[in-house]
């Protein structure tokens, strides 16, 4: 990862990275109210963040990252079968990109 994460930037990329996680969908899901009343297909979902801390142990979490220590952040992906997305270190590529070309002050 580019630069070293400050609390700061951690915090940030943990409240972006949520936005990302709150936006899957899922067409495929049924959907039954009270008394088994069909209410359509599809589903909005958050998608689990994946978090490997200093002891090398996993953990999903579906809220927003904002308590884990930056290195342990810094380790962030969603899970797809046997592909990851590392989300946090694209998302801070992002935010390096918009300071180098966009005059971005963080």
């Keep these: 990862?580019?630069?070293?994460?400050?609390?700061?930037?951690?915090?940030?990329?943990?409240q972006l990275e949520h936005i990302v996680g709150n936006n899957c969908y899922n067409?495929?899901?049924?959907?039954?109210?009270?008394?088994?009343?069909?209410?359509?297909?599809?589903?909005?979902?958050?998608y689990p963040l994946?978090?490997?801390?200093?002891?090398?142990a996993k953990r999903k979490t579906w809220s927003p990252a904002i308590d884990e220590t930056p290195e342990a952040l810094s380790t962030g992906y969603y899970s797809f079968g046997a592909n990851r997305l590392q989300i946090i270190q694209a998302l801070n590529e992002v935010l390096e990109y918009l300071e180098t070309n966009s005059d971005l002050k963080l």
Aim: charge should be positive; proline fraction near 2%; hydrophobic fraction near 30%.
């Design 27 to 46: 067409g495929s899901i049924q959907n039954y109210g009270p008394g088994g009343s069909f209410e359509g297909a599809g589903r909005d979902f958050r």
């Design 50 to 56: 994946t978090v490997v801390d200093a002891e090398g």
């Design 1 to 14: 990862m580019g630069k070293k994460l400050t609390k700061k930037r951690a915090k940030l990329l943990a």
